[in-house]
């Protein structure tokens, strides 16, 4: 921040507009970690396979309502939910991508003669109480594989996200943890047992947990409350009530995963917060970002197709959150590759005329070159030079006009000395140095 910014009243308390809470910019500052963040991830899901596709924003209402559940926190109380105005038809910003997906699947007819790897990323909206990590307008990585039976592409799933934590240097900050929740039969089973559990613990539960009891029980293993997590952990547990089928499709996912060496923590207790899923169920996390701590979260939806008026289609997916992953890399420090190779300072005219071409023959060659404008001491241009995060200054002042070289500073190696390099042999020099393009 400059001493004139930290000075200045803030644009709010003078009255100007402001951004809706909880919904924010991304500003030119930030905006280069999130385009790494959208090249990496692209080509991670298109290396194995997935296609881009995108669909509105604004969907009918009760799409997310047949599709995410009404008993859902997202269905009851966080979504952007309003009265067209001319049609009067009840429309919702889209508080996710999965249902959005599969009615686009089924209008166009998508998985009709064979099954879809596809992915997309964009704005979501929750009318959720803001914090770290958590936003009312928030972006999501979203990848689904419509119809898909089998646990290898669950397993895929999973390891695809495990490539890009590879690709993004986050492995060692994030841990996965897997669990089934069955088939919606073994769930039925599984919820008049929980439901018996917690009835005969009814006054151990707390109001948010009492009202669960009727409309989802499942959803009272998911409470952050502490005082609760003693008799959540006594109650009964999904994995040890799977059917047959589920508990084949469970050893399958843990087969893939174990053969492709992953490490993972079956969590009983998993559930996610979304109607959809049965068996697989998978969350990505880390205790880097305090209470916000899923990166990523899926699973498998063989029943949503057919609630949302499609023909059975087993499909599996997951979501990850942009907003955290970018927390995640300021955090582990993993924001490398934002700056330009280089920043290029000049002195005088001459040097002006000859550091613009210069400039323009280092990007054609590939280099990132950030070229100074607006004058100022060779100082302040240092400065500037330096504040750009460039690992290299270019320097052109009167006496490397005349030599048509250019002085070259190291910024971020510390006691490495600089160099005078002819300007026609810049691009090699760098080639030879082998920095990369
Ligand atoms: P979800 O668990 O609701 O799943 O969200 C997935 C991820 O989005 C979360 O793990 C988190 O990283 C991020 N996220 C969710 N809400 C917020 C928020 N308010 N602020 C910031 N980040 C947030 C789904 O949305 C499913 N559609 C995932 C899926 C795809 N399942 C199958 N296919």
Redesign the pocket.
């Known amino acids: 921040m400059t001493d004139a910014a930290k000075t200045a009243t803030p644009a709010a308390a003078q009255g100007a507009l402001q951004a809706v809470r909880?919904m924010n910019d991304i500003l030119p500052d930030e905006a280069p970690l999130w385009l790494r963040l959208e090249d990496t991830a692209r080509r991670v899901f298109e290396q194995y396979g997935y296609r881009f596709l995108r669909m509105p924003i604004v969907e009918p209402t009760p799409l997310f309502v047949r599709g995410i559940g009404e008993a859902t926190d997202?269905v009851e109380k966080e979504m952007y939910t309003f009265e067209d105005k001319l049609s009067g038809e009840s429309l919702t910003l889209r508080?996710?991508?999965?249902?959005g997906?599969v009615r686009a699947a089924i209008q166009n007819n998508l998985t009709y003669e064979r099954p879809q790897r596809v992915w997309t990323h964009g704005p979501?909206f929750?009318h959720?109480r803001p914090q770290k990590?958590?936003?009312?307008q928030?972006?999501?990585l979203?990848?689904?594989a419509l119809g898909f039976a089998g646990p290898e592409v669950d397993a895929e799933q999973i390891v695809l996200l495990a490539r890009l934590w590879d690709a993004l240097g986050l492995a060692d900050s994030v841990t996965l943890k897997i669990n089934s929740i069955g088939d919606p039969a073994d769930r039925r089973a599984y919820r008049e047992a929980l439901t018996a559990y917690f009835l005969q613990h009814f006054d151990a539960l707390d109001d948010d947990s009492k009202r669960r009891l009727s409309t989802n029980p499942l959803r009272i293993l998911d409470s952050k409350n502490p005082e609760m997590q003693s008799l959540i952990e006594g109650a009964p547990r999904m994995l040890e009530q799977l059917g047959t089928e589920a508990r084949a499709h469970f050893d399958g996912l843990r087969k893939w995963l174990d053969l492709a060496g992953l490490v993972y923590e079956i969590d009983t207790r998993l559930v996610?917060?979304?109607d959809?899923?049965n068996r697989s169920v998978f969350?990505w996390v880390t205790d880097r970002l305090g209470a916000?701590g899923?990166?990523?979260?899926?699973?498998r939806?063989d029943g949503l197709y057919e609630s949302l008026g499609g023909k059975p289609t087993p499909?599996?997916?997951?979501?990850?959150?942009?907003?955290?992953?970018v927390l995640l890399l300021r955090e582990t420090g993993k924001t490398a590759a934002l700056a330009p190779l280089a920043y290029l300072v000049h002195q005088g005219d001459a040097a002006a005329a000859l550091a613009w071409r210069l400039a323009e023959t280092l990007r054609d060659a590939g280099y990132d070159t950030v070229l100074h404008a607006g004058g100022g001491s060779m100082k302040s241009q240092m400065k500037k030079a330096d504040a750009s995060g460039a690992r290299f200054a270019f320097i052109l002042a009167e006496d490397e006009a005349r030599n048509r070289s250019v002085t070259v500073k190291w910024l971020r190696e510390i006691g490495r000395e600089q160099q005078t390099v002819p300007m026609d042999g810049l691009s090699a020099w760098l080639a030879e140095r082998a920095l990369s393009v």
Do not use: K, N, S
């Not at 508080?95 to 249902?99: G, I, N, V, W």
């Not at 990590?133 to 009312?136: F, P």
């Open positions: 909880g997202v508080p996710e991508a999965t249902a997906i979501m929750r959720e990590g958590r936003y009312r928030f972006h999501q979203d990848v689904e996610r917060g979304l959809y899923y969350e916000q899923t990166v990523a979260g899926g699973g939806y499909a599996c997916g997951f979501a990850a959150g942009m907003e955290r992953l």
